[in-house]
């Protein structure tokens, strides 16, 4: 990687400035590249051959321009830099520094040839670049304005009205080819390196976003269990499984005897701390490939694949017993003792149920462990 993982999402959190300090990352790219654009003047207006390469009067005119625009640039960051405090999310500075961005750039396309590479990638990567990180309002000004900029300089030069690509004198030999070829390359490319590692970035945290969103659209906030969407979904696909692949599964629905009763006695902030220690035991308690979520309030959902009743017997067995163990103490200094009624249903012959049915036949098995005395396990028979 070329950048290391913590430097890559601090770049990328570009997406979240604000935007005045986004309008400043183009000031901050233009000004050095201007810079550039002077040491290539002073390299060329030094080379013996200068006369058989460019026109020497139109170079140190646009040496000029050049300068003009740096200062300029530097006048709109220290604008954006007062901004940034006030009113960091001024739209105003944000069409002012794309304006001058566009425009910038085309002027200095110009000098070379509009119809030339360069210019190919500040109308096209511009956009795109732009389309990551600002609104897209002023995005679309600035592209059409530098498109009618670059096909108006394009269709004056042809009539006659400009010159095309005033710098250059036309190649004679291909010393001049290469050296043209090279000074493309060496104005596109800080640029076009620029707006990939920038794009790299963002699609990078974008990625890493839509996963964590993804992941929280999945998981119970208060017990970072799955949550009823999720663990339905899981249910769902384990079912599918069968379908393929007969195999015994166990679903179990649980809840925590007299909840209400904590929430009543000792407040919400108690009751959720019990449903997150409830939670962490279950988890702690199943096996790798179980799943467990949050099905609603103080019930609970698991998942037991390949796992006939026996087995899936054991399993709730370990989960009733560390609840019962669990050790819960209250603000004021009380005990309280977390236990659980079970409601388990195995699927392991054919037809398959369907996922609410299971569901169904866990729940009056739940019903029926309540009814006979709480803190135990029933199990509902399917019929065959």
Known sequence: MLLNRGLRLRLAAALEWSAVDKSLILIALLIPLYFQYILWSLYVLNRADRDMLVHVDVVHKFMLVEAWVILVGIGIALIGLMLRRRWPNLQLFQYVALQFYALSLVLMSYS??????????VLLGGPI?????????????????????????????????????PVRMASSDPVSDLFWMNSTLFFAAPFLIFLTLMADQMLAWWRVREERIHQLSRTDALTNLHNRRSILELLEQELTRLRRKPAPLSVVIL????????????????GDRVLQIAARILRESVREGDHVGRYGGEEFMLILPDTDLAEAMIVLERCRQQ??????????????????????????????????????HADEALYAAKANGRNRIEVQALVA
Not at 112 to 121: A, D, Q
Not at 255 to 269: A, M, Q, R
Not at 340 to 351: M, N, Y
Request: hydrophobic share 50%; net charge negative.
């Open 112 to 121: 070379i040839g509009t119809l030339s590479f360069c210019s190919g990638v």
């Open 129 to 165: 670049f732009g389309f990551i990180l600002h609104d897209r309002l002023p995005v679309w000004l600035a592209f059409i304005t530098a498109l009618i900029a670059i096909v108006g300089l394009s269709y004056a030069s042809v009539f006659g009205y400009l010159p095309y690509a």
């Open 323 to 360: 609840l019962l163990a669990a050790e819960v103490v209250t603000d004021d200094q009380d005990r309280l003792q977390i236990t659980a009624s079970f409601g388990l249903v195995c699927q392991d012959r054919t037809p398959l149920l369907a996922s609410q049915q299971l569901i169904q």
């Open 255 to 270: 809840d925590l005897d007299h909840f209400k009763k904590v929430n009543d006695t000792w407040g919400h902030p108690m």
